[in-house]
């Protein structure tokens, strides 16, 4: 399995190459050349695999796929000890909860950091230190995070031979639990950098250094983002898992609704869906800042500036540049890089926004690739978690919430929907105390955590300052 840009660089890379690397030297983003396509024999053998052996040798399965420079026996290894019942809660690592007739919510939240990230996080931990110590080699991984990102990669690498992390993230922008997940991690491999601005203006950062090769190369600079396609990958597991556990055979469809800002959550579900896996719809459920909800009513993809991003409740979807959409930008467009680089890298930059309404592809999109999407509001947010909890005695996040909004709006009759839930209420308690009146549940590790030392730099954004605090905590 060989992989290529989405911005049309000739060389081709196996999987450990972009496992380290990130982004493609001429800025694109990687996918495979192909995507691997599962028949129905393959699909019944993989429902048998999890229903018997359960989740991580599902993983293994999936990811076999894409990894054939990982010996067989070390890959089996690494999905066993990362996806384990200790570390996720139960033993069925996703379980559905069924909240009604064909309604389900796929729980992606039970593992470190009470988010969906440690899904692919944590496998992402375990393939840096394997492949850094097959190499023998160091990794400065540079990160940008809305919420949940930055304490799930700091959480999964924190302690790991080989590895730091350097973790931006908006400054005074994140819940303070989220904050308080991050900023307490004392360890020496881990650094908080706190950027003057949006969530946007700290992943423009991590792009413009990654762009930077001299200074990417000398520094052995990763990333952790869902641009780098093994984290995009991991996901891709839960699609199937979620599907299995919807169905009885593999002649139903289902739907997936997804609550989006990155577009890395999402994009996963596009692979699977390309692979072969039986989705009907994939529902984007976008916050107020619904650069994704308007792109796939109108065709124009229009990115905001900092002033213009708002600041929400689902504060992890409070981006309006959407990393990920460039690779289903790639697919739909025919696999052009020449003419993704054209609207990424050029028209972004010069207009900020392009518009592919007038295009075939585009009018065909829902049809060929099931997209279809949605937005939700403070208000929204509330009312839906104010519902779920009276009629279901569930108390669901802020993030969870505008996804479940959005999927009742696509029901197809007779059609699973799962809702993707993104992350536990404790991560976002005053809108949760704003909805219901009380706080919600706290695991007990996480008991007093707003009130332990906190390690953070805060800084301006600008790209000389973050690669001047790597040099010096390099040196």
Same mark, same amino acid.
């Given at each position: 399995?060989?992989?290529?840009?989405?911005?049309?660089?000739?060389?081709?890379?196996?999987?450990?190459?972009? !496992?380290?690397? #990130?982004?493609?030297?001429?800025?694109?983003?990687?996918?495979?050349?192909?995507?691997? =396509?599962?028949?129905?024999? %393959?699909?019944?053998?993989?429902?048998?695999?999890?229903?018997?052996? $359960?989740?991580?040798? !599902?993983?293994?399965?999936?990811?076999?796929?894409?990894?054939?420079?990982?010996?067989?026996?070390?890959?089996?290894? @690494?999905?066993?000890?990362?996806?384990?019942?200790?570390?996720?809660?139960?033993? *069925?690592?996703?379980?559905?909860?069924?909240? *009604?007739?064909?309604?389900?919510? *796929?729980?992606?939240?039970?593992?470190?950091?009470?988010?969906?990230?440690?899904?692919?996080?944590?496998?992402? #931990?375990?393939?840096?230190?394997? *492949?850094?110590?097959?190499?023998?080699?160091?990794?400065?991984?540079?990160?940008?995070?809305?919420?949940?990102?930055?304490?799930?990669?700091?959480?999964?690498?924190?302690?790991?031979? #080989?590895?730091?992390?350097?973790?931006?993230?908006?400054? $005074?922008?994140?819940?303070?639990?989220?904050?308080?997940?991050? /900023?307490?991690? &004392?360890?020496?491999?881990?650094?908080? @950098?706190?950027?003057?601005?949006?969530?946007?203006?700290?992943?423009?950062?991590?792009?413009?250094?990654?762009?930077?090769?001299?200074?990417?190369?000398?520094?052995?600079?990763?990333?952790?983002?869902?641009?780098?396609?093994?984290?995009?990958?991991?996901?891709?597991?839960?699609?199937?898992?979620?599907?299995? =556990?919807?169905?009885?055979?593999?002649?139903?469809?289902?739907?997936?609704?997804?609550?989006?800002?990155?577009?890395?959550?999402?994009?996963?579900?596009?692979?699977?869906?390309?692979?072969?896996?039986?989705?009907?719809? &994939?529902?984007?459920?976008?916050?107020?800042?619904?650069?994704?909800?308007?792109?796939?009513?109108?065709?124009?993809?229009?990115?905001?500036?900092?002033?213009?991003?708002?600041?929400?409740?689902?504060?992890?979807?409070?981006?309006?540049?959407?990393?990920?959409?460039?690779?289903?930008?790639?697919? !739909?467009?025919?696999?052009? $890089?020449?003419?993704?680089?054209?609207? /990424?890298?050029?028209?972004?930059?010069?207009?900020?926004?392009?518009?592919?309404?007038?295009?075939?592809?585009?009018?065909?999109?829902?049809?060929?690739?099931? /997209?279809?999407?949605?937005?939700?509001?403070?208000?929204?947010?509330?009312?839906?978690?104010?519902?779920?909890?009276?009629?279901?005695?569930?108390?669901?996040?802020?993030?969870?919430?505008?996804?479940?909004?959005?999927?009742?709006?696509?029901?197809?009759? #007779?059609?699973?929907?799962?809702?993707?839930?993104?992350?536990?209420?404790?991560?976002?308690?005053?809108?949760?105390?704003?909805?219901?009146?009380?706080?919600?549940?706290?695991?007990?590790?996480?008991? $007093?955590?707003?009130?332990?030392?906190?390690?953070? %730099?805060?800084?301006?954004? =600008?790209?000389?300052?973050?690669?001047? /605090?790597?040099?010096?905590?390099?040196?």
């Amino acid at each position: 399995m060989l992989y290529l840009s989405t911005r049309g660089d000739p060389g081709r890379k196996h999987f450990c190459e972009i !496992l380290l690397e #990130g982004l493609a030297p001429d800025g694109g983003l990687y996918l495979p050349e192909a995507y691997p =396509q599962v028949d129905a024999a %393959t699909l019944q053998r993989w429902r048998e695999i999890h229903d018997t052996r $359960g989740y991580a040798a !599902l993983a293994f399965e999936v990811l076999s796929l894409y990894i054939d420079d990982i010996p067989a026996d070390d890959l089996r290894v @690494i999905c066993e000890k990362t996806y384990t019942e200790a570390a996720f809660g139960t033993r *069925e690592i996703v379980p559905l909860k069924e909240l *009604e007739d064909h309604f389900y919510l *796929e729980a992606l939240s039970n593992g470190p950091t009470l988010a969906f990230k440690d899904m692919a996080m944590q496998l992402l #931990g375990n393939l840096f230190e394997y *492949e850094l110590g097959r190499r023998g080699e160091q990794l400065n991984i540079l990160g940008a995070t809305s919420g949940d990102t930055g304490s799930a990669a700091e959480y999964a690498m924190r302690g790991k031979k #080989g590895v730091r992390v350097f973790m931006t993230s908006p400054n $005074g922008r994140m819940s303070p639990f989220q904050q308080a997940q991050m /900023f307490s991690l &004392l360890d020496d491999n881990i650094h908080n @950098i706190a950027i003057d601005g949006v969530f946007d203006d700290c992943q423009d950062l991590v792009k413009a250094v990654s762009n930077d090769l001299d200074f990417k190369r000398r520094y052995k600079i990763g990333t952790v983002n869902s641009i780098n396609w093994a984290r995009l990958l991991a996901q891709v597991v839960y699609y199937f898992a979620g599907y299995f =556990q919807a169905t009885r055979d593999n002649a139903q469809k289902v739907c997936f609704t997804v609550p989006s800002g990155n577009f890395g959550n999402v994009c996963a579900g596009h692979v699977a869906r390309q692979m072969g896996l039986p989705i009907e719809r &994939l529902v984007v459920a976008t916050n107020e800042n619904d650069v994704l909800d308007e792109f796939f009513r109108t065709g124009v993809y229009r990115v905001r500036g900092s002033a213009d991003t708002h600041e929400t409740s689902s504060p992890s979807m409070d981006i309006s540049k959407a990393s990920n959409f460039e690779r289903f930008v790639f697919d !739909l467009l025919g696999r052009d $890089g020449a003419r993704v680089k054209a609207l /990424f890298g050029d028209a972004l930059s010069r207009d900020g926004r392009f518009d592919l309404s007038a295009e075939p592809a585009y009018r065909d999109a829902a049809a060929r690739y099931g /997209f279809v999407s949605g937005k939700s509001l403070h208000a929204d947010r509330l009312a839906t978690i104010r519902d779920t909890w009276k009629r279901f005695a569930l108390m669901i996040d802020t993030h969870t919430a505008d996804g479940v909004k959005v999927a009742r709006e696509h029901l197809v009759p #007779g059609l699973p929907m799962i809702v993707l839930e993104t992350a536990l209420p404790i991560k976002f308690a005053a809108t949760i105390v704003e909805a219901l009146g009380c706080e919600p549940d706290r695991p007990a590790k996480f008991e $007093g955590i707003e009130s332990l030392p906190r390690r953070v %730099t805060v800084m301006p954004a =600008q790209v000389q300052a973050v690669k001047r /605090f790597i040099v010096e905590k390099c040196a």
